[in-house]
């Protein structure tokens, strides 16, 4: 595929994510996740709590709950209980990962991540960018330039 057409295809998938992170009840921050190997959308997933919990993802001083899932996290359980695996697979985040998410994301054989916003800790992106991750940050606005 030429660096024009994956850049548009690029642009695509994480304005999917924008609006799947839109399904999240997390009040602080909004986070969507989108795996696509082959070219097709094998995952998604956003932050939220566990199936079977409460909605509200912060306590009554607005931090987020201990046990919320990051979008990542969500996307790859997922493929858990699917046929599909993220080996060799593109990881598409609305946000760049935490350290513990780069964990899973290497572990589970992604090998390309595409992100929107940067995470306040970059030591996630650095750990994946050591693991021979290939990374890709956009801005927001070059989603709609293309």
Known sequence: MTEK???????????????????????RKKVGAIIVKNRMIISDGYNGTPSGFDNCCENEEGETQWYVLHAEA????????????????????????CRDCSKLIHQ?????????????????VDFLKTAGVEIKHMLESELYAK
């Open 5 to 27: 057409k994956q850049s548009r295809y690029d642009c695509a998938y994480l304005r999917m994510a924008l609006e799947w992170a839109k399904l999240s009840h997390c009040s």
């Open 74 to 97: 969500n996307a790859i359980l997922k493929t858990a209980g699917s046929t599909h695996d993220c080996t060799g697979s593109t990881l598409y985040l609305t946000m760049s990962p």
């Open 108 to 124: 589970s054989g992604i090998k390309r991540l595409v992100y929107i916003n940067e995470y306040k800790d970059t030591s996630g």
